[in-house]
Nanobody
Framework: QVQLVESGGGLVQAGGSLRLSCAAS????????MGWFRQAPGKEREFVTH????????AYADSVKGRFTVSRDNAKNTVYLQMNSLKPEDTAVYYC?????????????????WGQGTQVTVSS
C-alpha cells in the first residue's frame, strides 16, 4: 500500500519561507516522478511543481517560478518543496502525489496516490 505523508506547513508572514516534506512508502520511490499541487478554498487543485525520478528534470507553475524549489532524496524516499518569498496568494493546502511513471506532468490525473495535505497560510 502506497502512503505519502506531508509535513512542514504552517503560518508564515508574507516574504517568509517554509519547507515542505513528503515521505513515501509502499512503492519503489526512486522509479517515479513526484508532484506538488495545491488547493485554495473554493478553487480547483492546481499544479505547483514536479520532479522526475532522478531529480534531473523539474517544472514549475509560472506563479511560483523563481520562488519555489523542488528536490528529492531517493535514499530517504522523500521529496521537498522549498518555498521562499511567500505571498498571501500562496495560501492553500499543499498535496504531494506520486506519478504513474518516471516523468511528471502538470495534470493531476497522472498521479495515482496522494498525501493528506498540509496547510500553508501566508499572512499579509
Amino acid at each position: 500500500q502506497v502512503q505519502l505523508v506531508e509535513s512542514g506547513g504552517g503560518l508564515v508572514q508574507a516574504g517568509g519561507s517554509l519547507r515542505l516534506s513528503c515521505a513515501a512508502s509502499g512503492r519503489t520511490f526512486s522509479s517515479y516522478a513526484m508532484g506538488w499541487f495545491r488547493q485554495a478554498p473554493g478553487k480547483e487543485r492546481e499544479f505547483v511543481t514536479h520532479i522526475s525520478w532522478n531529480g534531473g528534470r523539474t517544472a514549475y507553475a509560472d506563479s511560483v517560478k523563481g520562488r519555489f524549489t523542488v528536490s528529492r532524496d531517493n535514499a530517504k524516499n522523500t521529496v521537498y518543496l522549498q518555498m521562499n518569498s511567500l505571498k498571501p496568494e500562496d495560501t492553500a493546502v499543499y498535496y504531494c502525489g506520486i506519478g504513474k511513471g518516471p516523468y511528471g506532468t502538470t495534470w493531476y490525473g497522472n498521479y495515482d496516490y496522494w498525501g493528506q495535505g498540509t496547510q500553508v497560510t501566508v499572512s499579509s
